[in-house]
């Protein structure tokens, strides 16, 4: 079974700093979601990424996927405290499973 | 419209007794799954169904049983529950070649 490890596990930064969650595995995914929960409700997806090296925007949200499908990294510009939340990565086997990492706790502090 | 709901919200009980969990999801997906959130707050899959038929089955107890009555459909049945069964159940479902999942509000069980 592959693992997922994510990091930071918690980060409290201030409004309008830039931060960088990461997410690592030594197998490759044939493709890697990322999701953010609030409290009370369910994951939300946020995006896709399936080609080595892609690189994707939402807002001020840009994920990447590494080059050779391992590992993935999510960048916040300028946070706002809307982007509070629980950030998680899951990686798809190809036994259609997918594989969660344990999920980054983000503050955002006005 | 919700895509997928889940009732109930909240459920409260004593240990020893069962409990159903229902599913529905109006997305005209494939694949639904139960996950399990513990307070750490890590997500594991217990069950999956591809067109009505299981296609994932983790270490789960087997007081734990799934049933899916049709491909909108989900329910998720717990017998003896013991104080270790209290976490939020969500819910989920996505077309099986994207594997991208849609969730439920979640079911916040407490066993006491």
């Known amino acids: 079974t592959q693992l997922l490890e994510q990091s930071p596990q918690f980060l409290s930064i201030q409004e309008g700093e830039n931060l960088t969650v990461y997410c690592n595995s030594s197998s490759v995914f044939s493709s890697l979601q990322w999701y953010r929960q609030e409290p009370g409700e369910g994951p939300v997806l946020l995006v896709t990424v399936v080609t080595g090296g892609e690189v994707k925007k939402l807002k001020r949200l840009t994920f990447q996927f590494g080059d050779a499908r391992k590992d993935s990294s999510l960048h916040i510009t300028a946070a706002q405290p809307g982007d509070t939340g629980l950030y998680l990565c899951a990686g798809a086997e190809s036994n259609y499973q997918l594989i969660w990492g344990a999920g980054t706790k983000l503050i955002i502090k006005p | 419209d919700t895509a997928v709901s889940q009732t109930p919200k909240y459920l409260v009980t004593q240990m020893g007794n069962d409990k159903s969990i229902k599913c529905e999801q109006n997305?005209?997906?494939?694949?639904m799954y139960w996950y399990k959130q513990d307070s750490k707050k890590f997500l594991k899959i217990m069950f999956s169904y591809n067109n009505k038929e299981l296609i994932i089955n983790e270490t789960v107890p087997n007081r734990f049983s799934p049933k899916s009555p049709d491909k909108a459909h989900l329910n998720l049945h717990i017998n003896s529950l013991e104080l270790g069964d209290s976490a939020v159940y969500f819910c989920?479902?996505?077309?099986?070649?994207?594997?991208?999942?849609?969730f439920g509000p979640g079911t916040r069980l407490t066993v006491t």
């Open positions: 989920a479902s996505s077309l099986r070649r994207t594997y991208e999942q849609y």
């Open positions: 997305l005209g997906h494939d694949t």
